[in-house]
C-alpha cells in the first residue's frame, strides 16, 4: 500500500514551465512503478508520463514528448513531472499513481491514487 499527496500546481501562461512533485509513504516506495496521469474536463484520465521501479525507465505520450520530464528519488519518496512548454492543451486536474511491479502502459494497472493537482495554462 502507499498514500500519495501531488503538488505544484497552478497558472502558468503558455510557453510557461511549472514543476509537479508527489510524495508518498511509505518503506517500498522503490518496489512500485509510477505515473503522472491527467483529466481535462469532459475528458477520460489519460496517461502523461511513467518511471519505471529504478527510474531508468520512463515513457511518455506522444503529446508532451520532449516537453516534459518524469523522475523519482526514491531516497525522498518522491516523483516530478517537469513540465516545459506548456499550451493551454495541457490543462487539467493531474494526477499520480503507482502500481506494485513493473512499468505497464495500461490506465487500469494503476492503483493507488492522489488527490491531483489543477494545472491551467492560459493563452
Known amino acids: 500500500q502507499v498514500q500519495l499527496v501531488e503538488s505544484g500546481g497552478g497558472l502558468v501562461q503558455a510557453g510557461g514551465s511549472l514543476r509537479l512533485s508527489c510524495v508518498a509513504s511509505g518503506r517500498t516506495f522503490s518496489t512500485y512503478s509510477l505515473g503522472w496521469f491527467r483529466q481535462a474536463p469532459g475528458k477520460e484520465r489519460e496517461i502523461v508520463a511513467l518511471i519505471g521501479r529504478s527510474g531508468d525507465i520512463t515513457s511518455y505520450a506522444d503529446s508532451v514528448k520532449g516537453r516534459f520530464t518524469i523522475s523519482r528519488d526514491n531516497a525522498k519518496n518522491t516523483v516530478y513531472l517537469q513540465m516545459n512548454g506548456l499550451n493551454p492543451e495541457d490543462t487539467a486536474v493531474y494526477y499520480c499513481?503507482?502500481?506494485?511491479?513493473?512499468?505497464?502502459?495500461?490506465?487500469?494497472?494503476?492503483?493507488?491514487w492522489g488527490q491531483g493537482t489543477q494545472v491551467t495554462v492560459s493563452s
Open positions: 499513481g503507482a502500481r506494485a511491479g513493473p512499468l505497464l502502459w495500461r490506465r487500469d494497472v494503476y492503483d493507488y
